[in-house]
């Protein structure tokens, strides 16, 4: 591991100050993934501005309804907040099912949407990536895959984003606002994400420096009806192979409101707007729900080991969908 | 201007089951190698140094957590309890004593970070947090019993090589049914209904 120096910031003008000062700094929250990374060489940062005892780790109902979660509230404390569990309760079970509860109490919000990618071949300093090397290759294309995207990719990089916290969040339209030395900004969570095309080493909008200092989640009534569902190849501390975050509200027999998004599927987490556009007004039933998962996967461009996915994802949109109506009628 | 040169070491103090540890560290070293390199406290184990078996698991201001991605440096200020700090005495904590008479492991090697992370567990559950196998998280649907069910995926973070999940299971289960009817025995102190 390279050598670094350590700084711990109590305020967030001071934190954006010493990434401003030095590109080569790196901002340090629960270290769950970071750490990790700087063992294996592929990050090496000169200097860690320790962010976690920054003020923004208060999970707060506003006024109008929105929820604003700050950067350095850890998973746990996210996952336990009692106006998530009563108002997004697939965010809570999103975040409970990454990870393990050590990593958890470790990990912030902030942290999460910024993790890297699980990818075997970027975690290998020792072989090609186009995300850690641009321009070195993606071994993942012809090699081993049968956990990457099949949307959104490129012929550059196929590689997943592991969040699962990022999927409830993308569903329920999430807002992240961030600081820089030149002034603060904001980007909804599904714009953060860039798309992959020919760079997939740059993967956010974000300013270089910028430190995420809260999530937002505007009102949505809907989220009250939510589920999040994991698949993984065991039944507990994996990272997914496929899933989803749905929220459905159904009157009459009808579609009158719904999110979805997919998770282990592309470079971000994967808002299903084609989906939720074939939704909205139609019966709740069996055939609605896949003639949506079919119109959002028909964008699906899978790989020879990971069509698999394809199937998993529909599978799962009718299944979580179907639940959800009826627990919307109970 | 290219920024200064960082300094690579600090001198830090580390509050360790209530004593201070004063020491100088490179930055690089992990609370896990200082408390076993440095300190000579070596009942927290290294397995896989990723984060991934749980066997360095530790109390970080009383919740649990891995060690081994915990920097040294960064864990200056915080209460940190390891197993060595989990006896009173020659009194063994009602965990510890669970896995002992229920065989809660076969090595050994995993059960200091099993038994740090049961007793984070129990704390955790009787908070109320819900967990992923938990199937209405919302608050009004009250706390999960603490099934094996819930004890399995609350201990996954902790790896046995062993494969003694059935004792330990069964070691942590004692262990919080045991702390529950503490809590609801009429044997607790009276001191606030006695002022009251």
Known sequence: ??????????????????????????????????????????????????????????????????????????????????????????????????????????????????????????????????????????????????????????????????????????????????????????????????????TPHRETDLPPGALITHVTLPPAPVAANSRYRKVRERASYAFAIGSTAAALDVQDGVVRDVRLAFGAVASRPWRARAAERVLIGAPADAETFAAAADAELAAARPLPHNGYKVTLMRNLVVAELTRLAEEATR | MAPATPSTHSAISLNINGEKHALSVDHRTTLLDALRERLDMTGTKKGCDQGQCGACTVLLDGRRAVSCLQLAVAAEGREITTIEGMATGDQLHPVQKAFLDLDGYQCGYCTPGQICSAIAVIEEHAAGWPSAVTDDVRPEAGPPPLSADEIRERMSGNLCRCGAYVSIVEAVARAAAAETRTVTSADLPQTEEAAA
């Open chain 1, 1 to 198: 591991m390279r050598e670094f120096g350590y700084q711990r910031v109590f305020d967030v003008s001071g934190a954006v100050a010493l990434l401003d000062a030095d590109p080569d700094a790196r901002f340090l929250g629960g270290g769950t993934n970071l750490v990790d990374l700087m063992k294996t060489g592929v990050e090496r940062p000169a200097r860690l501005v320790d962010v976690r005892e920054l003020p923004l780790d208060t999970v707060e109902l506003m006024s109008d309804g929105s929820l604003r979660i700050g950067a350095t509230v850890t998973n746990s404390d996210l996952a336990a907040h009692p106006e998530v569990r009563r108002r997004y309760p697939a965010l809570t079970q999103a975040v409970l099912a990454g990870a393990s509860g050590q990593l958890r109490n470790m990990a912030t919000v902030g942290g999460n949407l910024l993790q890297r990618t699980r990818c075997g071949y970027f975690a290998d300093v020792t072989k090609p990536c186009n995300k850690r090397v641009p321009g070195s290759g993606c071994p993942a294309i012809e090699g081993e895959h049968h956990n990457h995207a099949i949307l959104g990719a490129s012929d550059r990089c196929v590689a997943t984003h592991p969040s699962d916290m990022g999927v409830a969040l993308t569903a329920f339209d999430a807002v992240v606002s961030y600081e820089t030395a030149e002034g603060p900004g904001e980007v909804p969570l599904s714009w953060l994400y860039l798309p992959v095309g020919d």
